[in-house]
């Protein structure tokens, strides 16, 4: 039985040789090169692959090379009953967190007003705020939402967190479903999005909820392009009613050198490197699971295709 390596973009022999590390008698195939659909059991998926899928009649399991898995949600005529495995690699939490930590404090303590001063050779002090005073949303509470929700906690922050499933995280007020979603936004002075991107996601921080943060508030996309309508960002933001914005993926990408997002004062961008995905210890994660199918253990990281996470 073999694997297939399907992601698109991305050079197959460094992955190819990490896999064959790991296990050594996997039988590894590189899409479009397939010699023996028959026997491919598993498929590494990342980007817009397109295929038909009952070329593969013994697949047992769809492997996502990132924490999201929407390019395999979109597959057309995508077996349900093939369990989706999202990759759960502990390096990719860690660099989402420091990408958050990152832009939350630079928002936090009026850095990206200092970078613009030192432009205009300005000395001129901003008012710090306490953490505690400071009301930092997460949309998306899996793996990563979590994880940087903890880490925002330790630090002082006054954290908020938005989810379709009730969670228990320690100093962090949870608002849930449709109900919750205004009373979260009304509240957060930051607000970050980690959302899986689905049919109910997408869209999601268009003009009438952006509208709903507080004035002088700002946005972090970590997560999916398609969750921010982008023209109506750049409206509250040129309005004044949004301070800044730090995205790191766009509903286009890469993105296009006319896009105004590009030359906006208030917008950092980021050409979606928050969390990198690392060779050696994704490898090992996904050859885990890969054992974990073969010997009739319980795959881990699976999602449920109806929530998207």
Known sequence: ?????????????????????????LEIEV??????????????????????????????VFLSLGAGVDHILTLDRRPAHIPIVRL???????GMVEYVLYNVLRFHRSFQ???????KTLWLEHPQVSPSKRSVGIMGLGCLGSACAKALVNLGFNVLGWSRRDKDIDKVKIFLGEHGLNQFLTQSEIVICLLPLTKKTKNILNEENLKKLPTGSFVINGARGGHIVESDLLKLLNEGHIAGAALDVFEKEPLPKENL?????????????????????????????????????PLQNVVDPFEGY
């Open 1 to 25: 039985m073999s694997l297939v390596f399907a992601c698109v973009d991305i050079p197959p022999e460094p992955w190819v040789k990490a896999l064959k590390k790991e296990l050594p008698n």
């Open 261 to 297: 997002l590009w030359g906006h004062p208030k917008v950092t961008v980021t050409p979606h490197v928050a969390a990198l995905v690392n060779l050696e210890s994704s490898a090992k994660v996904i050859s885990e699971t890969i054992y974990s199918c073969r010997n009739g253990r």
């Open 113 to 119: 007003k200092y970078e613009e001063q030192q432009n």
């Open 88 to 94: 759960g690699d502990p390096f990719l939490q860690t």
């Open 31 to 60: 899409w479009p090169n397939i010699k023996n659909p028959d026997e491919v059991e598993f498929a590494l998926l990342w980007g817009n692959w397109s295929a038909d899928l009952s070329l593969f009649p013994n697949l047992q």
